[in-house]
């Protein structure tokens, strides 16, 4: 496996990064390999969000392609997402995280950080699809925490001179609002049931991570805070979080 690149991605019509790979948990080849005594890149936080919506043929999930000429994993389905800014920890918000998704995210953060992530997966969703998970204010968002459920973690491999942390958190569609509107830089951005995204080629974590998706929503909602909690680790490591 490349690296972890569930979902990081693009900018609308709002300014662009630098360098839109360095956004990307997993976009570490981008900068070549590490050198043998380089030491281990610590990973940097990140955020992905799972926007979904129940349609007549199953769940459809909004993703995009990342666009060909990228050095680091072109051609290939996303989520939206990405790391945490220093301003995500200043964030507004309309509601805050519910105490399940907060205990869920505090298990791996400060309780400060915990509410970033949920910052950064809203502010990215907003950044790359134009969507709006809470209330339009001036070029940003003031988030709805309150809308957000926790699935699972992953950490870039060991060896990547670039490293992240990524926690994939959940949203219903009803939970936003807007118009999609892509950049360039993600392509083909829409609602994919897991067939149609995998047709269209899918990054393999972001696969792990919507099987792990499909299994959530699966369970009954009583038996969603009982499920066991899973971590990504490595190249192909998926483990049961004690």
């Known amino acids: ?8 991605l693009i900018l609308t019509d709002h300014p662009r990064r630098e360098d839109p790979t360095a956004d990307n948990p997993g976009g570490a080849d981008v900068e070549g390999k590490r050198s043998p005594r380089a030491r281990t890149a610590r990973p ?9 919506r ?11 392609k990342r666009h060909a000429g990228h050095r680091f994993m072109p051609d290939v389905m996303v989520f939206p997402g990405g790391r945490v800014d220093p301003d995500d920890h ?14 869920l995210l505090e298990r791996r953060a400060t309780p400060a950080r915990a509410r970033a992530l949920g910052i950064a997966a809203a502010r990215e969703l907003f950044e790359e699809t134009g969507l709006v998970l809470g209330e339009k204010r001036g070029d940003g968002v003031a988030a709805d925490l309150g809308a957000l459920e926790y699935l699972c973690r992953a950490i870039t491999p060991t060896g990547r001179p670039i490293r992240f942390h990524a926690r994939f958190l ?19 951005l829409g609602w994919y ?45 998926r483990r049961v979080e004690k």
């Open 54 to 64: 129940q349609s007549k043929k199953g769940p459809e999930l909004l993703m995009g």
């Open 170 to 188: 959940i949203t219903p569609a009803e939970a936003v609002h807007g118009a999609i509107q892509g950049s360039g830089e993600l392509e083909k």
């Open 90 to 103: 200043r964030g507004p918000a309309i509601s805050e995280l519910r105490a399940e998704p907060r205990r």
């Open 193 to 237: 049931s897991p067939e149609a995204a995998h047709a269209h080629n899918v990054a393999t974590i972001t696969a792990r991570v919507m099987g792990e998706f499909l299994a959530w929503l699966a369970l009954p909602q009583a038996a969603r805070a009982k499920r066991e909690l899973i971590v990504f680790r490595g190249m192909d490591d």
């Open 1 to 8: 496996m490349p690296g972890y690149a569930a979902g990081v």
């Open 44 to 52: 940097r936080d990140a955020a992905s969000l799972i926007v979904w």
